[in-house]
């Protein structure tokens, strides 16, 4: 597996600035579960799945304002990088960190 188990603080960049989480992480064969919290609690992730080192999931906000966050990040040690897409929207970029 990609070694995606854990906790993980990932900043993801935005146009109002860059925005911080932090994610707790399980996987099991190609299926990811786990939270993200941010500055509106915890909040589980949707449709996780991990195959190699690259993982994807979703993150359904409902403040401020509902809004649903894709995300794809590639394990490269014990460093997150990848991108999060809102709909239509371009991507963002996301780089992250394991956390002891």
Known sequence: MAGIDGKWAIDVVTLAGSRRY?????????????????????????????????????VDFVAPLPLSLRFVLKVVGDRLVGTAQAGPYPPTNVVGVRMP
């Open 22 to 58: 932090d994610l707790t992480l399980a996987s099991a064969g190609t299926t990811l579960t786990g939270t993200s919290v941010g500055d509106t609690g915890p909040i589980a992730i949707r449709d996780g799945s991990i195959i190699g080192d690259t993982a994807s999931f979703r």
